[in-house]
């Protein structure tokens, strides 16, 4: 959970940084900016508590546990990166119909800090994403890289509005206009893979490729016919069609079930359950 409070923190520090530099420094790109990260204040706060109580275990009325909570969260976050690339473009173009002066130099430097500590952050949340295979932790670590790119872009235009000089004041009004490009692939993408998990969507290969090899090292197990796998959360949930010699008892075919499971629970802390399902081979 410090990684949630850092990224909440962060978002309120420059979102109040950039909307005082750019109401300060008359940049509308800046400005925008500030908007977008008072809606990733919100976003983290969905996003880290909906990861904390996807960790919840399992219930009487829950008895696959909380994990989907996870992929509410991740969606959430996707679709409120859509709303704020909207929300900027829309922004944007009005601003560009409006004739404003050039934003002030000292916009330029605070737009560059920002993009050094969003890029930081981004990586570190990201690479806790990937460590437990979080959607939603990811979603955040993307929200911090959008705004490291839009502010890319607005100090790319208020250069270029600065250095241009008269009838290049709209210039970071565009540059804002493409970021939200950007940020509309990333909201999709992180939509769309929630979306693929909440729908137990195929996992990687790889990953049923490895419980597959490691339910054959079970002595007694003749071959994997069927191996399923659904994520929820970051938990996963198995299912295997164990093929045993057809001379094999119901107690033996019993106990090679049981440590088919025991031996995949223990392969991988992931895995919340194993269920086996014992074919004859014929």
């Known amino acids: 959970m410090a990684l949630g409070l850092l990224s909440l923190c962060v978002n309120i520090v420059l979102m109040a940084v950039k909307i005082a530099a750019g109401i300060a420094g008359n940049s509308y790109a800046l400005v925008a900016d500030g908007i977008e990260s008072a809606g990733d204040v919100f976003t ?98 993307w929200h911090h890289l959008s705004d490291a790119l839009t502010s890319g872009a607005a100090a790319v235009g208020i250069s270029i509005a600065l250095i241009g000089g008269k009838g290049w004041e709209q210039a970071d009004d565009y540059a804002a206009l493409a970021a939200c490009g950007i940020i509309v692939v990333n909201g999709t993408r992180i939509a769309s893979r929630a979306l693929h998990d909440m729908l137990d969507g195929n996992v990687s290969e790889d990953l049923v490729l490895t419980i597959r090899d490691l339910a054959r090292d079970v002595a007694g197990v003749v071959e994997i016919e069927k191996c399923r796998v659904r994520k929820s959360g970051i938990g996963l949930f198995v299912e295997l069609h164990v093929c045993v010699t057809g001379e094999t008892t119901v107690r033996e075919g019993h106990r090679i079930g049981h440590e088919v499971k025991d031996h995949l629970l223990a392969s991988n802390p992931r895995i919340l359950d194993v269920v086996v399902h014992l074919e004859p081979l014929e």
């Open 44 to 141: 983290s706060l969905v996003t880290w508590v909906g990861f904390r109580m996807s960790l919840r275990p399992p219930d009487e009325n829950h008895p696959f546990g909380h994990g989907k909570i996870e992929s509410l969260a991740a969606l959430f976050a996707g679709l409120s990166l859509l709303a704020a690339a909207g929300f900027i473009a829309w922004n944007s173009v009005i601003e560009i119909q409006t004739p404003h002066h050039a934003p002030e130099w000292f916009t330029l430097p605070v737009l560059l800090a920002v993009v050094a500590v969003k890029w930081a952050v981004s990586v570190i949340i990201r690479r806790m994403g990937e460590e437990v295979d979080s959607r939603a932790i990811e979603g955040d670590a």
